[in-house]
């Protein structure tokens, strides 16, 4: 029977646009939340033990792809709900959680076996056994946050959303500054869930059976095949990384990568997410017109690439000086920073078109998108048999670079636009960033010399290569100090 209307209908009338806005307050939020605490970490942990937790991550997270099996994206899809679809979508979950958790557990003895000098197998088993009821509870949250999605109650998800992440980001500080190692994660990660768990079952008001309707799980089932295979497909060549270096060059290595990647390519991705979540509403809007479409595309990509420059620039040339406060043992992680600034600008410029974008658009374009990028990510990890952690870093950067123009031609075809313009963004950023990325080096060279501490090093080089930038972009006329003019004057004129 068809549920009734009243019990599904939204009941946050928000506009688009503003439901979209606060989607990406609580990813953004509770990525943010997880980067800073992340980063907290790094001092109360060695790089064996923040690559034993990157690797149960990883494959925490595809496990996560394949407890979703898409009954959540088929809801938020349906016209109509029945009880049986939702009761349906519950105990698929559960059952592909229970498998999960089997999984988990018999990963865990498969690396126990293979403990050597260089991968910590007996610690990862310990992590994945006790990460194993994970999947249970991820199950549990499902149905009931897409319900909410349905319903427009955005707000409500997003704010539960981001207390998650600061439950979990600061009980985990919190416990790992008290000398608890791993555990702290643990812990603090089932903090977050079940607080997201109780959150949303109170919110949603939903009652779930364990039960199959017939009608329901055929559907199902055959949409969910198809989701679950790129998901799985997709995560784990995006993970790729974690599995393979921790083979050929062990868990200390991992954890050094892993920190390296984290401070370059993850303010890439949280930076794209904000623009996708401005871009994709509008673009919706105006696909009758696709002269302003390629427009406002262009100009939300010169921003990125305007306001993301100076900061990855910063964060490779002047990270190395603050490592040398970090414990002795991360003091590896300073020299690989720099060698990744190549992955992080060519992620800078697949940000904005995003996958996102391709789904939305072309039959089978996500499964070619994240098979020509994790294809990149497991030749540069695979070559950790032959190569150092540097030369790991700067090969990444180098065949992403080298297969951008295959990564654009989608949303070059998208928006009718020729792939060049698409990298123009950054391409007109080039002389601004080289001549700021000349004086924070100069500057950082000189101070070091001088025997300054690292800390007014940092902030001294960071305000000359700031004001660097300003200037550079003002005289050269890039793109993103005309928009910021134009801005500026507009509010202006508002008021």
């Not at 925490?60 to 792809?65: F, I, K, P, Q, V």
């Not at 904000?274 to 406002?296: D, E």
């Not at 075809?413 to 002389?431: I, K, S, Y």
Request: hydrophobic share 55%.
């Amino acid at each position: 029977m068809t549920a009734q209307a009243d019990d599904f209908r939204p009941k946050n009338h928000r506009s688009a646009a503003a439901s979209a806005g606060w989607t990406a307050i609580g990813q953004f939020g509770s990525q943010g939340i997880a980067f800073a605490a992340n980063l907290a970490l790094v001092p109360f942990l060695d790089p064996a033990e923040y690559g034993v937790i990157v690797f149960a991550w990883a494959l925490l997270a595809l496990l996560d792809s394949l407890v979703d099996f898409g009954t959540g994206m088929a809801l938020v899809q349906r016209p109509t709900f029945t009880q049986g679809l939702l009761d349906t979508a519950f105990t698929i979950n559960l059952a592909l959680a229970a498998l999960g958790t089997v999984f988990l557990i018999a990963v865990g003895f498969v690396v126990r076996g293979t403990e050597t000098a260089d991968f910590h197998g007996g610690a990862t088993a310990t992590m994945l056994w006790q990460l194993a009821a994970s999947c249970l509870l991820t199950a549990l949250l499902g149905i009931h946050r897409s319900v909410l999605q349905r319903r427009l109650e955005l707000v409500a998800v997003a704010k539960i959303q981001f207390a998650n992440a600061v439950l979990r980001g600061g009980v985990s500080v919190a416990l790992a500054a008290t000398g608890h190692g791993v555990q702290s994660l643990v812990i603090g990660y089932y903090a977050g869930v079940l607080f997201g768990v109780v959150a949303l079952w109170r919110t949603s008001r939903l009652r779930l059976h364990l039960r199959l309707d017939p009608h329901e799980r055929r559907e199902l089932l055959g949409y969910g095949v198809r989701i679950v295979i790129y998901n799985l497909w997709n995560t784990t060549l995006q993970r790729i990384d974690a599995f393979v270096l921790s083979a050929t060059l062990g868990s200390a290595a991992v954890g050094l990568f892993s920190l390296a990647r984290q401070l370059l390519l993850q303010p890439v991705e949280m930076g794209g997410l904000v623009v996708r979540s401005v871009l994709l509403p509008r673009l919706a809007r105006l696909q009758g017109r696709p002269w302003r479409a390629r427009q406002i595309y262009r100009r939300c990509d010169q921003m990125l690439a305007g306001l993301m420059v100076p900061g990855l620039l910063a964060i490779a040339i002047l990270f190395e000086p603050i490592a040398g406060l970090l414990p002795e043992r991360w003091h590896a992680v300073g020299p690989l920073v720099l060698p990744l600034l190549p992955a992080a600008l060519a992620a800078l410029l697949m940000q904005s078109p995003g996958s996102m974008m391709l789904a939305n658009a072309q039959h089978d374009a996500m499964l070619r998108w994240a098979t020509l990028r994790g294809g990149v990510l497991v030749a540069a990890s695979t070559a950790g048999l032959w190569l150092d952690l540097r030369g790991v870093a700067l090969l990444l950067g180098l065949l992403s670079l080298a297969v951008l123009p295959g990564l654009l031609t989608g949303p070059a075809v998208l928006l009718r636009l020729p792939r060049r313009v698409l990298a123009r963004a950054l391409g007109e950023l080039l002389p601004a960033a080289a001549l700021t990325g000349a004086v924070m080096a100069a500057s950082r060279w000189l101070l070091a010399r001088a025997e300054l501490h690292p800390v007014p090093l940092v902030l001294i080089a960071g305000i000359a290569g700031a004001f660097t930038w300003l200037l550079s972009t003002l005289l050269l006329r890039a793109p993103v100090a005309r928009i910021s003019r134009r801005l500026w004057r507009h509010r202006q004129a508002r008021r």
